[in-house]
């Protein structure tokens, strides 16, 4: 079974602009959830997506938003970015029901200049 | 408000010894804690889960125990190996257990 893919790998942005990332889960699971980490904050939740809805969210800002769809992919997208979005963003993969083991993807690098 | 605290922050044994890595967290009404390892500019590998029901959890050299009431999890390395060097994160599910709440991590280090 493939496990979580995640794109781009790397990224580079300026600050103002927005960003899309990509997740594709593991086959069969139909729970993606986000994750931000930076050295100063440690591991925070984003959100979660179950069934092309948004089931949990964490406490970030509205630029911070996500979808999910038919095929369990989900993106996250940035608007507005800020200096201190340079993170790993990690998206894991759970079956959804009956099963809450997170899998994790080898996430995304952003870097905002 | 949940709040999960890993000690110690970083540790550095030598091959070959037994060791505990903790965790504990401050509110009881956990779902479930989860036990991940993470690997320079990688991603996390998951080691083990623990129900909220359960008491411990083994899988080959590693066990880890919950104990809800004292808002504690330890995670148990036995003979370690160089190959075990690694940040190792706990990490606890909330509301329906999607949800995870992360400490900042042990950092350790198996000295051949």
């Known amino acids: 079974k493939a496990g979580v893919t995640q794109t781009p790998r790397y990224l580079i942005k300026t600050r103002g602009q927005q960003v899309t990332l990509s997740c594709s889960p593991i086959s069969g699971h139909r729970s993606v959830s986000w994750y931000q980490q930076t050295p100063g904050q440690g591991l925070q939740f984003l959100f979660e997506y179950f069934s092309e809805t948004q089931r949990n969210k964490g406490n970030f800002p509205g630029r911070f938003s996500g979808r999910q769809f038919s095929n369990s992919r989900s993106e996250m997208n940035v608007s507005t970015l800020e200096l201190g979005d340079s993170a790993l963003y990690l998206c894991?993969?759970?079956?959804?029901?009956?099963?809450?083991?997170?899998?994790f993807g080898p996430g995304t690098r952003l870097t905002v200049t | 408000k949940q709040e999960v605290t890993q000690i110690p922050a970083a540790l550095s044994v030598p091959e070959g010894e037994n060791l505990v890595l903790n965790c504990s967290f401050t509110?009881?009404?956990?779902?479930?804690l989860q036990w991940f390892r993470q690997d320079p500019g990688k991603g996390l590998t998951s080691l083990l889960l623990i129900q909220s029901s359960q008491r411990e959890q083994t899988s080959g050299r590693l066990n880890a125990s919950l104990d809800k009431s004292s808002g504690r999890s330890t995670l148990y390395i036995a003979a370690s190996q160089p190959g075990d060097s690694a940040t190792y994160l706990c990490a606890v599910g909330t509301i329906n257990g999607y949800q995870l709440i992360w400490g900042a991590g042990t950092k350790l280090i198996i000295k051949p």
């Open positions: 509110d009881s009404a956990i779902y479930n």
């Open positions: 894991a993969s759970s079956p959804g029901t009956g099963g809450v083991e997170q899998y």
